[in-house]
């Protein structure tokens, strides 16, 4: 599943466009401000940032420069700005693509599988003898056998890669996977991660270390 | 650019300043002496010197301290102006800032509810897509108006078939039929208002069902976009179209949209003519120069396969 920042200030458009978008199969977050999305960005993987330039606590722009700095994350612009300079210096940064507000649904959701075949991103985590692929979701064993574990203990597994090394909190663990609903609890995500360690043969804690009092940690090193 | 101007601005008030109240200084100092010397010589008429004396002294200051004055007003009020362009730019921004985002959400809900009934018809909703069209196309419009002078423009290459394939998702019952390719020398903003408001006129005013939109290669380097379409229409004076606020009818429109495309593509050093369609139907031909690259319509459909 790929994975989205959208980083939009306003609140209608920010919450139907997450929801499309989840709705076309792809992991999306969305946050409001510019500080909030740095944050995000520091804390996983992200395959694509839909950035909105007018942002309350800083510009689009900026975050665009600090991002490509960094990374090579496709980014993309949606703004009301769409004067020759906007674009200009949307385009300089290295956006993929700049869509000026109001867009249309169907347009929004062509560019973005645009990017992504622009940008095939095939990722996968090798591991003492084992493969995690993210993008079908499966764990191959050393005797080449597939696994597909449920959808949220991958989520999870997910979470934890690409939150490595940082130790994942059980609190955030729970935000992330349920969101608002909070519907599951410390002992569910303790469970999960017994299902995952019996998925990944991880008799010994080798993959997923529980840091006492804090989370748990991806320890794989490869 | 903008600031520049604005200091150039200043910069050419100060400099009347200096110029004319030195000017008016040294013409005092000089007239001054002028009377001194005559005074020297002229013993007889010292009085009356005297007086002229006083009433130059008096008159040439009064006049350099009115100077001084209209200067000092002409920068406040150059200062003022300034301050409130900016008001009213910064004013313009956040209100297309907000409309716009306004809009690109009540749209996003709109095709959102459209999307989950499916296959379901929904005219209530087409409608509202309808006028969410109409109010950006307004609000695209009035912006352009306001900017045209000092609106800076991109000019890149733009290749039409992605521009126009962009532009069927305003008009989803409308047939918009693309004979031919080529890419032109624009501004992707510019050109694409400037086929939007011919299309759009195209389904409000000429009640059309099927637009066709022709490249073919005029000469050696020019490249000629004709945009037909099969409404009934256009009834008065083609001469008139394309000029400000010039409404034909009641309800013909606001009268901004023709005269903005024009602008546009003369400012893309293009040519917007417009003619009555062989069937009765409107139609505005393009004329873009420079490198135009063609693209044959078989190319065409290999680059989509």
Not at chain 2, 120 to 134: A, V, W, Y
Not at chain 2, 200 to 227: C, F, M, P, W
């Amino acid at each position: 599943m790929k994975s989205l920042l959208l980083v939009e200030d306003d609140r209608s458009l920010g919450a139907t466009l997450q929801d499309r978008l989840a709705l076309e199969g792809y992991r999306v977050q969305w946050v409001e401000t510019k500080q909030r999305a740095l944050k995000k960005l520091s804390e996983g993987l992200w395959d694509l940032l839909i950035l909105d330039v007018g942002l309350p606590d800083g510009s689009g722009f900026e975050l665009a420069r600090e991002v490509k700095a960094q990374s090579s994350l496709p980014i993309m612009f949606i703004t009301a700005l769409g004067t020759a300079e906007n674009r200009l210096e949307g385009f300089e940064i290295g956006a993929e693509e700049f869509i000026p507000k109001p867009f249309h649904l169907r347009e929004l959701l062509l560019r973005v599988r645009h990017v992504f075949e622009k940008h095939p991103v095939r990722r996968q985590v090798s591991c003492n003898g084992r493969t995690i692929e993210l993008d079908s979701r499966t764990i191959i064993q050393p005797d080449g056998q597939r696994e597909h574990p449920p959808a949220r203990d991958f989520d999870l597994l997910e979470l934890l890669i690409s939150s490595a090394p940082r130790v994942v909190s059980r609190n955030q663990i729970i935000d992330t996977l349920w969101g608002e609903d909070k519907l599951g609890n410390q002992r569910t995500v303790d469970n999960m991660i017994v299902h995952l360690r019996q998925s990944l043969g991880d008799a010994d804690s080798k993959f997923i270390r529980a840091v006492r009092g804090v989370g748990y940690q991806w320890g794989c090193d490869s | 650019m903008k600031q520049q101007r604005d200091r150039i601005k200043i910069l050419l008030v100060a400099l009347w300043v200096t110029f004319t109240v030195t000017l008016a200084v040294w013409w005092l100092i000089f007239g001054l002496r002028q009377l001194n010397l005559i005074n020297q010589s002229n013993l007889e008429g010292a009085v009356q010197l005297h007086r002229h004396y006083q009433m130059l002294l008096w008159e040439g200051g009064i006049l350099i301290a009115s100077l001084i004055g209209g200067g000092l007003a002409l920068y406040y009020y150059a200062r003022r102006e300034q301050k409130r362009h900016a008001q009213v730019e910064e004013f313009f921004a956040a209100f297309t800032h907000d409309a716009k985002t306004a809009m690109a959400s009540l749209r996003l809900q709109a095709e959102s509810l459209k999307e989950d009934l499916g296959s379901k018809p929904s005219p209530l909703l087409d409608r509202l897509l309808q006028d969410t069209l109409r109010l950006q196309i307004q609000l695209e419009n009035s912006l352009s108006l306001v900017k045209l002078p000092s609106g800076r423009l991109l000019i890149e290459p733009v290749k039409l078939s992605n521009l126009i394939d962009s532009l069927r998702f305003h008009w989803p019952d409308l047939t918009i039929l693309q004979k031919g390719d080529g890419t032109v020398p624009a501004d992707v903003r510019a050109l694409e208002s400037v086929l939007t408001n011919l299309i759009q006129n195209a389904v409000t005013h000429g009640q059309a069902s099927e637009v066709v939109i022709t490249v073919s290669r005029r000469g050696s380097d020019r490249l000629k976009v004709h945009v037909e379409d099969n409404g009934c229409g256009f009834q008065g004076d083609f001469s008139q179209l394309g000029k400000l606020f010039v409404r034909h009818a009641r309800g013909s429109g606001s009268g901004v949209g023709l005269y903005i495309s024009r602008q546009l593509t003369r400012r893309m050093n293009a040519k917007l003519n417009f003619a009555r369609g062989p069937a009765g139907g409107f139609v505005a031909e393009l004329d873009f120069p420079g490198e135009a690259e063609m693209m044959s319509v078989a190319e065409r459909e290999e680059v989509i396969i």
